[in-house]
């Protein structure tokens, strides 16, 4: 069964600081990634996703993500990060062959940015 | 921006009580789904929807729930006979169409058993 990794549970930067945030998948077929966010007191919201092409992804509000299929990855990253970045990111996966729908989540990361 | 509506946002109730989560999906969106987060834990699919009839479920998704389309526009869930292990966060979504679209995500229904 496919899985997700987030190995970061909690990430505390600085304003303006740069962030990585690891996702690694087990799953040797063609996949779709997302990366959804949280922010507090909110529903998930969509940040970027992949379905195929240019590997480099630009999402909204300045992040990004990049799909490593040989290390079955797809980290999001950010150069420089705002108060208002403070939320849970989850990294998730889905088949893009046959019939399954569902998504498969990671843990989730826990970003505080100090101000 | 249409988005995903859910009633109620907090909900509690006795253990052995039966509840039934409601949603809105994004009004052109054909794929509905119920997924679940336990305090703490990884947001877990539950089931998908489309046709009117579950397309996928997973281990979780027993004979305690169902799902249901019961007019044009609503989406439920029914847990029957609740139990402790069913607090959580529950989270419906809807997409246009099946693997390659977005899964757009309601505010969630946090379920609290007693």
């Known amino acids: 069964a496919q899985s997700v990794s987030q190995h970061n549970h909690h990430v505390i930067l600085s304003e303006a600081a740069s962030l990585e945030l690891g996702c690694n998948y087990s799953?040797?077929?063609?996949?779709?990634l997302f990366w959804y966010v949280q922010y507090p007191g909110q529903h998930l919201q969509l940040l970027l996703k992949?379905?195929?092409?240019?590997?480099l992804v630009k999402g909204i509000k300045g992040f990004e993500a990049e799909f490593i299929k040989s290390k079955f990855s797809f980290n999001l990253r950010k150069p420089s990060v705002q108060w208002s970045d403070t939320a849970e990111y989850f990294c998730?996966?889905?088949?893009?062959?046959?019939?399954?729908?569902?998504?498969?989540f990671g843990s989730g990361t826990q970003l505080t940015v100090l101000p | 921006e249409p988005e995903v509506t859910q009633t109620p946002s907090h909900q509690v109730t006795q253990m052995g009580q039966e509840v039934i989560l409601r949603c809105v999906p994004i009004?052109?969106?054909?794929?509905f789904y119920w997924y679940r987060q336990i305090l703490g834990q990884k947001v877990e699919f539950l089931v998908s929807?489309?046709?009117?009839?579950?397309?996928?479920k997973s281990e979780i998704f027993d004979d305690q729930f169902s799902v249901e389309r019961p007019d044009g526009s609503n989406f439920t869930l029914k847990i029957r006979s609740t139990k402790l292990e069913d607090s959580a966060m529950y989270f419906c979504?809807?997409?246009?169409?099946?693997?390659?679209?977005?899964?757009?995500f309601g505010p969630g229904t946090r379920l609290l058993v007693l």
């Open positions: 979504a809807s997409s246009e169409y099946a693997s390659r679209q977005t899964q757009y």
């Open positions: 799953y040797g077929g063609t996949v779709n």
């Open positions: 992949y379905f195929s092409g240019d590997p």
């Open positions: 998730a996966v889905i088949l893009s062959s046959g019939s399954a729908r569902q998504l498969t």
């Open positions: 009004s052109n969106h054909l794929y």
């Open positions: 929807f489309y046709n009117n009839e579950i397309s996928e």
